[in-house]
């Protein structure tokens, strides 16, 4: 590693006061200097800082970000290891996933409450995630049990889908601060798009479901967004808005997700499975997206007041 040429990420729920100590611990038995520290302003409740290292490690990177990421729970902040350059670029894109991040709910589940084939979906739903099914063999038979969803029963399940706190914040921060926003989900467009227009995203895509006299087939219009697809329209829409990747920060919390997390510059684990902690560049578990805030490149008092 070079020296001084990266930085702690530090995010947290209590004031820098009470866990600067436990995290300056943690970076002294990984052999990582801190040479300085920026205080960011408190966001609801939430307080982040900048420790600027140097390395006198022996860990490769991946195993001292892994140490970082390990040891952050006997702190009390989410900790990453990042490039100060990357850390200190100003986001233009920021992008996230639906199910459990943007929202609380998984739309999927929504729909099949309303279908009254829950338990059913929910069946496939975990031999998914015991990985007897890859995520497209998954989603279509859960698909399939849809057949027959109306679009009434739609708009009774989208009654039910509860923002995650902060999300309408950390959108609104992020357009005064003429960051492009965007939703990308392996979820559905009758709810995506609705989420579109509620928060004022910038651009959205997810799965299509076919409908044939107002009922739907219980089939998919290609193509479908599995993980793979999800980082080629990350990367399509940073192109079209002339936005480079190492500008871009996704967010998101599940397997599907990952693919878009590595292509983004910033990938963020929000709340997220174990699997996608281990592997995304940044962990955060707290119950409030405007913590990504502190991840956006803010750096002038001009540009944190634009979202205070």
Not at 132 to 137: A, C, K, S, T
Not at 169 to 176: D, S
Not at 238 to 248: E, M, T
Not at 280 to 305: C, F, H, I, K
């Amino acid at each position: 590693m070079t020296p001084s040429s990266w930085t702690i990420a530090a995010i947290g729920p209590s004031p820098l006061s009470t866990v600067e100590a436990r995290i300056r611990a943690l970076l002294e038995a990984l052999s990582l200097k801190v040479t300085g520290v920026e205080v960011s302003p408190s966001v609801a409740g939430m307080h982040g800082a900048a420790f600027l290292v140097s390395s006198h490690s022996t860990l490769t990177l991946p195993e001292l970000r892994d140490s970082v990421r390990q040891g952050a729970a006997q702190t009390g902040a989410d900790l990453a290891l990042l490039e100060t350059a990357a850390f200190r670029t100003r986001k233009r894109l920021l992008v996230f996933d639906l199910d459990s991040t943007l929202i609380q709910n998984e739309t999927i589940d929504e729909f099949a409450q309303v279908r009254g084939v829950h338990e059913r979906v929910q069946a496939i739903t975990e031999s998914a995630m015991r990985g007897e099914r890859d995520f497209v063999q998954a989603l279509t038979e859960r698909v399939a049990l849809l057949k027959g969803l109306t679009l009434e029963e739609i708009d009774a399940a989208y009654a039910r889908i509860r923002l995650t706190p902060g999300a309408a914040e950390l959108v609104a921060a992020a357009r005064a601060l003429g960051c492009k926003t965007a939703v990308l989900s392996g979820g559905f467009t009758a709810v995506t798009s609705k989420i579109r227009d509620r928060l004022g995203l910038d651009e959205a895509a997810s799965n299509t479901l076919e409908f044939d006299e107002g009922k739907a087939t219980g089939r998919l219009t290609p193509p479908i967004m599995d993980s793979a697809h999800k980082a080629k329209v990350l990367v399509e829409i940073a192109i079209r808005h002339g936005i480079p990747l190492d500008q871009v920060i996704a967010v998101g919390d599940g397997a599907n997700d990952l693919a878009m997390l590595e292509r983004a510059g910033l990938g963020i684990a929000f709340n997220a499975k174990p699997k996608v902690q281990e592997k995304a560049a940044m962990a955060l578990n707290l119950p409030d997206l405007r913590s990504v805030l502190y991840l956006m490149g803010l750096q002038t008092e001009s540009e944190w007041a634009a979202v205070l």
